[in-house]
T-cell receptor, first 117, second 114 residues
Framework: GAVVSQHPSRVICKSGTSVKIECRSL??????MFWYRQFPKQSLMLMATSNEGSKATYEQGVEKDKFLINHASLTLSTLTVTSAHPEDSSFYIC?????????????FGPGTRLLVL | AQSVTQLDSQVPVFEEAPVELRCNYSSSVSVYLFWYVQYPNQGLQLLLKYLSGSTLVKGINGFEAEFNKSQTSFHLRKPSVHISDTAEYFCAVRTQGGSEKLVFGKGTKLTVNP
């Protein structure tokens, strides 16, 4: 099946620094990718929709200046957490949709665990 | 807007026992329904999905789910579970013909004990 990768898998940073997380669709192209945030023992909350060649669409309550999204190519989207603070510590997961046979399936990356000290 | 309710946050069962994980949804428009499984520190893997047609959907790893429009439910079942089925299970919906955005339930932690 289709594969979506994320890098890094785990990152620890100091408060006030910025962290970039990459999401790649390895064997298919994706004009759209999605970024989710998952707190411990909670569900995935959609943060934003990453659109190749245009601005990302953010969900209500998500600060676009803090969570910068760039969809640089048809296989790469990046999420940059700017001036990270301890409350930004979370599990970040991306997904990319693949259309085949008239059906769409979302493929998820393995996630990136961010710890801000 | 859509919402998904997974009433059971935790479900413990013994190995080889049957299991049902409940999912109810709310939407003013027609939706597609999904079940995903998440193993510790991993991303989500699609178990099965309902798009149209038969309301009984079979997925991977022996799981199946039944779409019930009148009860707005999409419960997940497996007749005999294995230790390896221990994981977090998420029900999700997406509007038909709209955005590809998924709305997730809070998840159900399935623990299979020997």
């Amino acid at each position: 099946g289709a594969v979506v990768s994320q890098h890094p898998s785990r990152v620890i940073c100091k408060s006030g620094t910025s962290v970039k997380i990459e999401c790649r669709s390895l064997d298919f192209q994706a004009t759209t990718m999605f970024w989710y945030r998952q707190f411990p023992k909670q569900s995935l909350m959609l943060m934003a929709t990453s659109n190749e060649g245009s601005k990302a669409t953010y969900e209500q309550g998500v600060e676009k200046d803090k969570f910068l999204i760039n969809h640089a190519s048809l296989t790469l989207s990046t999420l940059t957490v700017t001036s990270a603070h301890p409350e930004d510590s979370s599990f970040y997961i991306c997904s990319a949709p693949l259309w085949a046979g008239g059906e769409e399936t979302q493929y998820f990356g393995p996630g990136t665990r961010l710890l801000v000290l | 807007a859509q919402s998904v309710t997974q009433l059971d946050s935790q479900v413990p069962v013994f190995e080889e026992a049957p299991v049902e994980l409940r999912c109810n949804y709310s939407s003013s428009v027609s939706v597609y329904l999904f079940w995903y499984v998440q193993y510790p520190n991993q991303g989500l893997q699609l178990l099965l999905k309902y798009l149209s047609g038969s309301t009984l959907v079979k997925g991977i790893n022996g799981f199946e789910a039944e779409f019930n429009k009148s009860q707005t439910s999409f419960h997940l079942r497996k007749p005999s579970v294995h230790i390896s089925d221990t994981a977090e299970y998420f029900c999700a919906v997406r509007t038909q013909g709209g955005s590809e955005k998924l709305v997730f339930g809070k998840g159900t932690k399935l623990t299979v004990n020997p």
